[in-house]
Each structure stands twice: as C-alpha cells, then as structure tokens.
C-alpha cells in the first residue's frame, strides 16, 4: 500500500504550524513537526483539519444559478464563458470599476498576487479589497506609520520564548493560537481584555478595560511611563521623533483620570509600567481586541508609542509586535489585494511603485486604477449609484464577516453578478450567481507568510477532488475571458512566485531573493530578503528575521511617535442599549466556522453561538445559564445560549464570531470604520439581552 | 466673522481653545493672558511633587494658530458697551464674544510669617500648579522638612506626594480627621493612618499662628520645625476685573447653565467662574464646561455631547499609594434615609474602608478607601448608572462573583483545554499502555496545543503509576477512581 507523506502547515491561523500530512488509501492524517513556531506543538483544529479534507458537501462541480433561481451544476466552460460575458456587459455599461473583487487572508501569496493584478489589469478595477481589513488592518496602518513598514513580529516568534515581561493588549492566544504560549512560557504576562480570557487566566497582571476604551488605557500607561521616570529619553532622542507630539496628548491622561474612563485600577496602571519598564527584556503585542475598533489605528499607535517611550522596538530582546491572525494574513496583506496597495506592500499611490510593477507586468503605467475603497464599504457600495454590480469572492465568506451583517447581506442581493470562489459551501456561496469549486490547502502548491514574516511552503498531498481548480487557474481562465493574453496569468505557482519577487524587488516587502527551490531546502527566510547582484549569487541574502536593530524603515532611519487621542466608541451605550457587545474568537472554531463547523469533534462541543455574560446582568433579565438568550443592537437581533462568567464585566457581553444563521453575531456589530485603517469596530456595539425561549423560563422559576 | 477674546488661560480656557480650533471655529481667537507662562496640567501637580518632572513636560500643549494668544498680557478694564477690553499697557481688544477664564487664587491666612500683606511671605509656597511645584522642589533641600496647612484632599494628595518624594512631611490641620466634610470619623482615621505609614506626621486639632524661620508655632503653643510651609487652604476665585465691569460677581462670576453672564455676549467658565449650585470645581469639570461651552459658541448648542466620566462628583485622590475616593453626596452616607441601602466594610489594620449607599441597587454614594479595584469599579458604576453587583463584597473585593454550579467539582475535569482531554481518556489511554506525557500526548493530543496542562498530564502519570503498582486498594481514593472510570 503507497503512502504518501508532505511537509506543509496547518491550514489555519498565522502561526501556521508545521505540520507532516500524509495520506494511506484515501486517510489522511495529520502530525506536529518541530517546525520552531509549534516545536511539536498543534491545536485540536490543526490535528482535526484533514476531516476537512473530506467533507461530504465539499464544492466539486462549477454551479450556476439557473431561471428558476436555484443552483445547478454546469461544466467550467460554461460557468467561466458565464462570468466573462457577463462582466463584458457591466464594464461596458457601467466601467470598470462596476466590478468589484474580495479577497482573502487565506489566500496563499500567489493567489493574493495574482488576483490583485487580475483586478488592475484584467477588470481595470479600482475596487479589489479583502477580509484582511477585519482583521488586523489597524495594526498594518499604525505599524507602517511608526516603522515605515509592517510586519506583524519584527522578530522570530521564539525570541518571545526569552522575555521576562510582556504585554499583550487584546489578545487571546491561549485559545486562538495555543502553540503560540509555549513561547510565553517563560515570561511575565501582562494581559488586556474586558473579560478573563485562558490568557488572561494565565497573566500576572490582567487589565480590563470597559471596551472601546483601550486607547485611553495606551495614553495613561505612556503618562506614567515619563512622569515615573521610565521614558528612556537616550533611545528616543537617538532613535524616534515625535515624542513631543505625542505627549501634547498623553499630558492630560493621568492615571485617576484613565481609571474613571476604562475601570483599569490606578495601582494596575502603575504595576504594568513597572514591569515592563524594569524588565531587561520585554514586548508590547496587540491583537484584535486593540485593533478593532473605530479608533483601531490610533489605539495600536498609543501602544507602539508606549513601547517607543521604554525603548523597545529595534532593541535585540524587546520590541512590539502585533498578533497577526489569518493564515495568511501577513503574506495576503503584502501582494496587492489591498485596496491602496501594489505587490512588495508598495502604495498605489506612489509613481516609481506603479512604475515599477506595471513594467513587470507589461502595461502601461497610467492604466493602473488608483486606489479603491476599504472592504466594508465595497461591500456596502453594491447596487448603489456608482458602486459594483458584479463581485467577485475569493477566499473570503463576508456575509457572515463584515460588520453590520445583515446589511451586508442585503446590499449583496442587490447585485447582478456575484461568484464565488471556494471550496466549501458559505453563507456567501449560497447567495451566488456563480459558485467555482477550487482547490483547499492539501491539494495545492504555494507559499505563506506567517505572523513573523517568514515565507513557507504550503504543499499538496492529495489531487484536487472532481473538477476543483485552484484559484490560479481559474484567474488565468477569466482574465483570457476578458481578452487578456495567457501567458500574462500563469497558473503554475513557482512562476507565479518568481513573477511576485520581481515584482516586489525593491518595495518595503522584497522577496525577490526568495524562490522555492531555496526554500525547498529548508532556508528560514523572513522577509525582507532581496536578490543580490548576480556576481554575488553564490551567497544570496539570508533574509532578515529581526527587522530594526540598525535603524527603522522610514528615510530617515527613525521611528515616529504618533500623536493621538482618546475620543471614545462611535457607539455609546443608551437606555434601550445598556450594555457593550464584544466579539471573538474561541478555541474550538475558525472565523466564520465553515470549516471547523464541518469538524465532528469541534462541532459536537461547541455547536452553537454562546453569549457569556455576568450573573448579576443574566439575572435582572431573567436570564438563566444554559437559556437560550435574544441579543438585539440598533442593527439587528442574534440568538446565542447564555454561559454566566462571573469574572467578566457586568457591562459587558461577549460572542463569538463563528456561527452563521441567527448565531452571527456581526448582525449586532457597527459598520462604523476607523477613518486611518478601514477597520470596522467590532468590538464595541451597544446591545440589549433577553431571555428567548420563554416557556423554559417559568419551568426554570 | 464674530471675535472671540478670552480673558486668562486657565486649564478650562485651554481647553475651550482646542475644541474650538479643532472644530474650525469661523472667528478669531485671542487669549489675553497676565501670565507669563502658558498653562500646566493642574492634575500633574502631586505628580511633579512626588517624582519631579521637567516643566516642559507638565505643560499642556501651544495653541495651533488661528488661535493667537498674548502672554504678559493683563486686562484691567472691560467696556461691555462698545464691546472692548483694554489691557495694562494700554492696548484695546474688540471682541463680539468675551470669555472670562482668570481661573483661582490661593487663600494666604493672615498669619505673622504666612502672609505678607496678603501675599506669600518668604519660604510660604501656596502650591496650586505643577510650576509652582516645581519651583518648590528646585529651592528646598532633598531631605527638607516641609509643613502642609490643610486638610482637605489638595492638602492630603500633596501631603502624601512630598512624603513620597523623601521630605520630612507634616500636615497640619483644624478638625480631628483629614477630609471632614467628606469623611466620616472612621475612614478619617484610616486616611491619617495611611498618611503615617507613608511617613506623614499628620497633626489633628491644630492651627497655625506663626511661621518663624525653621519652625510653625501652633495655636497650642506648640512648635513644629519646619523649613517651608506649604499652602492647601483652597482657593478663591479671580473674578478681577470682571467685577469692575458690572457684572454679577458673588463668590465667582455668576453664570447659568450655559456659562452665559448677566450680558448674553459675556461668558465665564473654569475656577473664576460661579455656575448654579450642583456643579462643582474639578478639573474634569471645567473640562466639560469648556466641552459645552465650544458647542455653544460653534452654534451645535443644541447638541451638547453627554459627558459620561465627569458626570456626577467622584472626587479621588491622586498619587501611588492613596487609594481614596469619595463617591456622591456624604449626606446619604448617613444612614439617616431609609429609602437607601448601606454596605459598611471597615478594616483599619489593613487601611481598608468602604461605605456605599445604594438605592435599588444603584450606587448613590460612596467612600473608599484602600481598596483600588473597587474605587475603578464603583466609580465606573456610579458614572454609568449601571446596578451595583448584588455580591457586594465580591465587588469590594475584586473578587469572581459567585453563582450557581461554581465551585463544584466536576466529575471528571478536563485537563487539556485546547484539545478537551479528559482525566478518564488519559486514564484509559495509560492503561492501554501509554505510560508517559509523550505516548499518551501521541495518543490523545494532550499536552500539544497550549502545553500548559503538562504538569498536570505528569501528575496524573505519577499518581497512576502508583494505584498500578499497590493492585491491592488500601483504603485510598484510589478505588474511586477506578470505579468512576
């Protein structure tokens, strides 16, 4: 009997743990390897991702949806020949911007580059964005402005393994990423969250702040931080400028005054600063509880200012980090999916970068589109006067991500076109004109970037079921559609990859001194890593896996504070509204849960939306554990079984985002965006509870 | 184009400026300030006292131009007639909109050696902003002794932050506890308590009457050497010159809810200014009252924006160490309303206090001390509305609140969270013959995502390999165990 065995990585979160996958008649099963990220280390929905694999209603077969309104299965010609007719029409109607297209943080870095160049090139659109902006594009932003250049750890992810403090302001790796805490071990952790998380359970020091309110806890640990005497006053003046901005701001968030706005106890705000301040080694690491929010840039920026004030990023053994969440979220938010972005993270913006990248990819620069619009109002901009009538889906499942759901879902309605990409069905799927099975992790060749900025190799172990295609594949097909030459959309990935180095040669992301062959061998190569001179390339560049030792990427070598302000959610809370919504991730389940929902063992423990919620707030609503429970904000109504905690704020109620149906719980959240990043405010939504199962309730009392 | 002058540049007239030039307001701003400096951040003031700090740092930020703003500058007369002010050097200022924001002035006792024609004498420093402070500590010796005259909270905070500071610190006052209209005798007690732990010679019952060189003569008789005397005796306001002026000037500048004098173009805000009785001088308020103030002059009035964390009095103390806040009216601390429900928590040996009242569970009134999670919570609370948890001294506490099944054991835990392992899985799987956290991590995952469950996997391999060995039960839980299985 044959046995096949691949070297890969999980299909799921950024660490992206390695991972030896293997196949015997048709079972594949799934080890930990000492990949230094995991060192052994995987998480029940890493060891359960091969069940994945083998879905019964996995997508095999294109379908379209027929007169009557259903789908129907039909041949590629078909569905392909479909989607170009149709597309010729609305651009010539309506331009090119009429098309819109979504991506994915799940995409592997050929598919985000080739797609980012089918919709410059093939469409001529503006409006390509992708679900990376729920997700971290705050710390993108903030990172970019205080660095000059975003890479989610400027650092290998096992130097954390030698800190003695660090402080993670809304992050819960302990459940999102479970390897990862084998690298905290170690450290002293200080964790912010308005509810005690398992990482919160684990830190030395929990703050927990009323949500929304995390920037005004960054300001007043700055605050302390110089008035104490902990700015390291050498580090800023060698090494950053716009310290003095900065502290315009932060002079009038003194700590009583930061305990009043957050509920954070003065003495904590104090003993955080003091154990970051006096340990030899520490970190500042955000996640999406700082990120999320209508002030998501700035709040990552007041943390970034913290660590600057303590000296850390830059310093061998300290730094700041953010906690990249999708697979490949660093990778797919370098390659050109992004709204304002070109391939090696390049702005669109910039002439030498549109010159650049059109001269790879053999256009002429000035038909380039310029920038488009973040994900959440593309998504909103359908079938209004001067937004998409067509999209296209890769990757992504925004029905159940965007904020604001159930809008969402009805301005996708209004659309004339909309296909989908995927291997499984979604909420989005069956919304679709045009559905294209394409191929998932194990099937297919590719690399990723995982949160430390690392380049790795995705590896198939299976062919692609039925008539799946990979996405590369399928972008070729459609741009030929559209008139484009073949060869400009190659659908073999190592040329794709070759074509993405050069294409990012010189830009802030460079790996045009990567290819798969030298990763093939095993290299460790974070990025940047360009290609040296020819008469050098017996010694190629060793990549870079600790960024900002020497000096910070903008021009002039420093880091810049960032002068910023606490002005509160978009949303407060009201008499109708009395209390804060919060949403996250748990550990049995993915983001929106298609995958892990299709996991028997993930989905028998936790099959359905939860609400956790304080006893004292359960019980003036009549609310008991186990009940189910109405969860209403102005937007909309979701149903989640209440699980008392009594740990967490009375204020504050938290739901998890990986349930579909009445279970989402983006049909409470608020589409408001942060005006810098484009990221939604997911964390903050003014909400209502109730009981709604009522009949159970008197037999309870 | 209407012309705003603002007479003094006080914190609330700072503010007031930022909001209106962050708005983009459509006039001309200018700020005639007597002062030769711009203002400090008044709450940086125990700060500065206990850790020093540059003074460049305790400043709060220049105004961003169109805002234009005079130093040196003092006003000495206002012609509400033909709408213009004039200044001591004789310069005229045309304004459609006049502010007033001339902030406080400290009370001198007019003591022999305090004050000097009511003015500080030598070595007296009333202390009210962080320049001043500042100041102080670059005149006195590091290991100086000072004297404070005041028991109120400006008296204790600076009190605590000199001490802290390293100074041999007194604190002198008139009543039998410090914060007497605030506190009641118990939490009096523990708040001089808490000063002496902090190295504070705090001195009840007592006046001053004379300061001499190196020594305070008291009212007693006695002597207390000291070589600067510090001033926390309040603060009056500085309603000059707006009085000359014919406007109503009782304690401070008489204005109505919306800042507005007896003349319509006239307002007042800040520590100069007398609004209707409720509304009180912390500088979160003045905050407010500039908030509200822009929104009126932007012509938004109607739209005042709620200010939540203002809301309502919460006066807490500042400085590392000084856990003490007091929440609401002290009236209602009483006891005397029935209609209120009272939760007592006295702990001196611990310097802890809490007295609550509540009324259908909402928190009305409050003091704490020494208890730092619940000052943040209850305070929040108090701000918000929101019900006071029904497990009172959970809250106190900062404890989980209590409920139902908590506390109860389950029948057979889960060890390994990430992988949602079982004690009886791992059992089964060592007697199946995986007898260590390897095999058995390689058989049922524990151990592998998180790995902090690790030890307890050991221990469990330890104490398995121990009921494996004694077959024979001797009177154990051991039987249990198995039988549970």
């Not at chain 2, 400085?319 to 003490?324: D, I, N, W």
Request: proline letters at 8%.
């Amino acid at each position: 009997m044959t046995r096949h065995q691949v070297a890969t990585h999980c299909p799921y979160c950024a660490l992206q743990c390695g991972t030896e996958l293997s196949e015997r008649a048709g079972a594949v099963s799934v080890s930990p390897s000492s990949f230094p990220v995991n060192r052994g280390g995987l998480c029940r929905k890493g060891w359960t991702a091969p069940e994945v694999l083998g879905s019964a209603d996995r997508l095999h077969e294109p379908q379209l949806r027929t007169g009557r309104g259903e789908l129907a299965p039909v041949g590629w010609e078909e569905a392909l020949d479909r989607i170009g007719s149709n597309l010729d029409e609305i651009t010539a109607e309506s331009g090119p911007d009429a098309v819109g297209v979504f991506g994915g943080g799940g995409l592997t870095n050929e598919k985000a580059y080739s797609l980012g160049k089918f919709a410059r090139v093939a469409l001529g659109s503006s409006r390509i964005d992708y679900n990376g902006r729920f997700c971290m594009a705050a710390a993108a932003t903030a990172g970019n402005a205080a660095f000059g250049v975003d890479r989610g750890l400027p650092f290998p992810v096992t130097d954390l393994g030698d800190a003695e403090v660090i402080l993670l302001a809304g992050g819960n790796p302990a459940e999102t990423m479970p390897p990862l805490m084998q690298h905290l071990e170690r450290a002293r952790l200080v964790v912010v969250d308005p509810r005690r998380s398992a990482t919160a359970e684990r830190a030395e020091l929990h703050l927990r702040p009323r949500p929304g309110t995390d920037l005004a806890l960054a300001l007043g640990l700055l605050h302390i931080a110089v008035t104490e005497g902990w700015h390291d006053s050498e580090y800023t003046a060698r090494r950053t400028t716009g310290f003095e901005r900065s502290w315009a701001r932060a002079v009038t968030w003194w700590p009583e005054r930061v305990e009043r706005v957050t509920g954070v106890p003065v003495s904590a705000q104090r003993q955080a600063v003091r154990m970051l301040a006096r340990a030899r080694s520490s970190y500042v690491l955000t996640g999406r509880g700082s990120e999320q929010h209508g002030d998501g840039a700035d709040t990552v920026s007041g943390f970034i200012n913290l660590a600057l004030v303590l000296g850390l990023p830059g310093t061998r053994g300290s730094g700041y980090g953010c906690l990249t969440g999708q697979g490949n979220g660093q990778g797919g938010r370098e390659h050109g999916q992004k709204a304002d972005q070109l391939p090696g993270y390049r702005s669109i913006t910039d002439p030498r970068a549109r010159a650049h990248v059109a001269e790879v990819w053999g256009v002429a620069e000035e038909t380039l589109p310029g920038p488009g619009i973040p994900a959440t109002r593309l998504l909103e901009s359908a079938g209004t006067p001067g937004g998409i009538r067509a999209l296209l889906v890769f990757g992504a499942n925004p029905v159940l991500s965007a904020p604001h759901a159930g809008l969402a879902r009805a301005q996708l309605s209004k659309l004339d076109l909309l296909v989908v990409a995927d291997f499984l069905p979604s909420e989005t799927t069956r919304m679709a004109d045009v559905v294209l099975p394409v191929t998932q992790w194990a099937e297919e060749e590719g690399t990723m970037t995982n949160l430390e900025g690392r380049v790795l190799r995705r590896r198939a172990l299976l062919p692609p079921p039925g008539s799946a295609r990979s996405d590369l594949e399928v972008l070729r097909e459609l741009a030929s559609r559209l008139g484009q030459p073949e060869s400009r959309f190659p659908s073999r990935p190592s040329t794709v990859f070759d074509e993405l180095a050069r294409a990012s040669a010189g830009g802030p992301a460079d790996y045009s001194g990567i290819d798969y062959e030298r990763l093939d061998s095993g290299q460790a190569l974070h990025w940047p890593c360009p290609k040296t001179p020819d008469e050098q390339a017996s010694t190629p560049h060793p990549g870079t896996p600790r960024l900002f030792l020497e000096s910070f990427a903008h021009p002039d070598g420093r880091a810049r504070f960032a002068a910023v302000d606490w002005h509160g959610p978009a949303e407060d809370t009201n008499h109708e509204y009395p209390l804060v919504a919060t949403t996250g991730r748990i550990s049995g389940h993915y983001q929106t849960g298609e995958q892990t929902r299709r996991v028997a063992e993930l989905a028998t423990d936790e099959p359905e939306s939860f609400v956790r919620l304080h006893p004292d707030t359960a019980a003036r609503r009549g609310v008991h554990d186990g009940q189910l429970a109405r969860v209403s904000s102005a937007r909309g109504t979701t149903l989640a079984r209440a699980r008392l905690d009594g740990s967490i704020r009375p204020d504050t109620l938290f739901l998890p985002i990986h349930y579909g149906g009445s279970g989402c719980a983006n049909l409470l959240t608020n589409p408001v965006l942060d005006p810098r990043s484009g990221i939604p405010e997911f964390k903050v939504a003014a909400v209502s509870i109730s009981v709604a199962e009522e009949v159970r309730a008197c037999h309870d009392s | 184009m209407p012309r705003l002058v603002i007479i003094g540049h006080c914190p609330a007239a700072h503010r007031l400026v930022e909001r209106l030039t962050a708005q983009d307001y459509p006039g001309s701003i200018t700020v005639l300030d007597a002062a030769e400096q711009g203002p400090h951040n008044p709450a940086l003031l125990p700060t500065v006292l206990a850790h020093g700090l540059a003074p460049e740092l305790a400043a709060l930020p220049e105004h961003p131009s169109p805002a234009r703003v005079h130093r040196n500058t003092r006003v000495t007369s206002i012609d509400r007639t033909r709408r213009r002010v004039r200044t001591e050097a004789g310069e005229m200022y045309d304004y459609d909109v006049l502010v007033l924001a001339t902030g406080t002035r400290a009370v001198v006792p007019d003591l022999p050696g305090v004050s000097d024609q009511g003015l500080p004498a030598g070595r007296t420093w009333p202390l009210r902003k962080p320049d001043e402070g500042i100041r102080m500590r670059g005149q006195l010796a590091a290991d100086a002794s000072v004297t404070v005259l005041g028991g109120g909270l400006d008296g204790v905070e600076t009190a605590h932050a000199l001490a802290t500071a390293g100074y041999e610190v007194s604190l002198l006052h008139r009543e039998q506890h410090p914060l007497p209209r605030r506190l009641d005798r118990a939490a009096g007690r523990i708040v001089a308590d808490t000063l002496r732990d902090n190295g504070v010679n705090v001195l009840p019952g007592e006046t001053a009457s004379e300061f001499l060189p190196g020594k305070l003569v008291l009212a007693s008789g006695e002597a207390v050497s000291t070589e600067a005397l510090v001033l926390r005796t309040g603060t009056r306001p500085d309603t000059a010159p707006a009085g000359e002026s014919g406007l109503e000037v009782s304690r401070g500048i008489v204005v109505d809810s919306e800042l507005r004098t007896g003349d319509p173009r006239v307002h007042a805000l800040g520590g100069c200014a007398e609004p209707p009785p409720g509304v009180a001088g912390s500088l979160l308020e003045w905050w407010e009252q500039a908030e509200a103030l822009a929104a009126i002059l932007l012509g938004s009035g109607n739209d005042i924006p709620p200010q939540p964390h203002g809301a309502g009095r919460v006066l807490r103390a500042r400085g590392a160490g000084l856990e003490l806040a007091s929440i609401g009216s002290p009236e209602l601390l009483t006891g005397k309303d029935h209609e209120v429900e009272h939760v007592t928590f006295n702990d001196p040996k611990r310097r802890r206090y809490a007295r609550l009242a509540l009324r259908e569970d909402r928190l009305v009134a409050a003091t704490l001390l020494g208890l730092p999670e619940a000052i943040a919570t209850l305070s929040q609370l108090h701000d918000t509305g929101m019900p006071v948890p029904s497990d009172r001294l959970a809250t106190l506490l900062d404890l989980p609140t209590g409920f139902g099944t908590a506390g109860s054991v389950p029948a057979d835990p889960v060890l390994c969270h990430c992988n949602n392992v079982s004690r009886s899985t791992l059992t089964a799987a060592y007697r199946d013959g995986a007898r260590d956290v390897a095999a058995l991590a390689a058989v049922t995952r524990a151990t592998t995502g998180c790995g902090s469950c690790t030890g307890a996997v050991r221990e469990l391999c330890g104490s398995l390999a121990v009921s494996t060995t004694e077959r024979v039960p001797s009177g154990t839980d051991s039987p249990e165990q198995e039988g549970a299985e």
